[in-house]
């Protein structure tokens, strides 16, 4: 048996800031955008791993409205996890992740004792985003 990633979702309070972000700033691809009711979802792949989704979904969509408040405020206080990118060249990256409106620099690139050179963001919605050197 063979299990491989295939989604990994992403919350987001504001979708036009978040496809700022994962679109134009680091380049997913968007290959689906729903809108249902008064919410969106976003789906984007890397070129270099198109068969990877990575869906930007508000936390009050599909959810009672006891729980997407639940979810919006873990988002607001950026306590909903981390997602990690690899790039070929760390600093290009970081330099243009840092004038996307809205970025808050958590760590600029360094080399990091186990290993890695990253660095490390809040994105627009308040997640944290590493980025290493590929």
């Known amino acids: 048996m063979t299990v491989s990633i295939s989604h990994v979702h992403i919350y987001v309070d504001d979708p036009d800031a978040a496809m700022l972000f994962y679109r134009d700033t680091l380049g997913?691809?968007?290959q689906n955008e729903v809108a249902h009711e008064n919410f969106r979802w976003i789906t984007l792949t890397a070129p270099?791993?198109?068969e990877i989704q990575?869906?930007?979904s508000q936390p009050q969509a599909g959810r009672?409205?006891?729980d997407g408040a639940a979810l919006a405020a873990l988002l607001a206080k950026g306590e909903l996890g981390q997602v990690q990118f690899s790039t070929a060249d760390?600093?290009?990256t970081f330099e243009?992740?840092?004038a996307t409106p809205g970025v808050e620099v958590l760590q600029e690139p360094a080399d990091q004792f186990w290993g890695a050179r990253d660095a490390a963001v809040?994105?627009?919605a308040g997640n944290l985003?590493?980025?290493q050197q590929a």
Request: hydrophobic share 50%.
């Open 48 to 50: 270099s791993q198109p």
């Open 122 to 124: 809040r994105d627009p």
């Open 64 to 66: 009672s409205a006891e």
């Open 28 to 30: 997913l691809t968007v």
């Open 96 to 98: 243009k992740v840092v």
């Open 54 to 56: 990575i869906v930007l």
């Open 90 to 92: 760390l600093d290009a």
């Open 129 to 131: 985003v590493r980025i």
